[in-house]
């Protein structure tokens, strides 16, 4: 059973930085791709980064190139998020999936395997 599960979101001030992990199992994780996507209260659903686990090519949208970083350690099936320079508009709930990571935003319904999420706030 392919599972997922996302942590490490909290509270934090504008400014601050958190590192979320996304924790798999019941596939085979190298390969796959790790997708994080967030959604904001009130909106749709957005793919903002992606890792591939087989060749380790990352994407980030735009609106988060600088600020966050994918990162995976295939040893632990983990893939992290590090979030630096928070800003209020970060605040969603984010999201893990598993499936392809290309140089695009990936959209939610190319995603059959999810986690729970992990939901940011971020005070200003």
């Known amino acids: 059973e392919v599972q997922l599960q996302a942590f490490g979101g909290g509270l934090v001030q504008a400014g601050g930085s958190l590192r979320l992990s996304c924790a798999a199992s019941?596939?085979?994780?190298?390969?796959?791709?790790i997708v994080w996507f967030r959604q904001a209260p009130g909106k749709e659903r957005v793919g903002v980064s992606c890792?591939?686990?087989?060749?380790?090519?990352?994407y980030y949208d735009d609106s988060v190139k600088g600020r966050f970083t994918v990162s995976s350690d295939n040893a632990k099936n983990t893939v992290y998020l590090q979030i630096n320079s928070l800003k209020p508009e970060d605040t969603a709930v984010y999201y893990c999936?598993?499936?392809?990571?290309?140089?695009?935003?990936?959209?939610?319904?190319?995603?059959?395997?999810w986690g729970q999420g992990t939901k940011v706030t971020v005070s200003s």
């Open positions: 999936a598993a499936g392809s990571c290309r140089q695009s935003r990936p959209m939610p319904y190319d995603y059959d395997y």
């Open positions: 019941g596939f085979t994780f190298d390969d796959y791709g």
């Open positions: 890792i591939s686990n087989s060749d380790g090519s990352t």
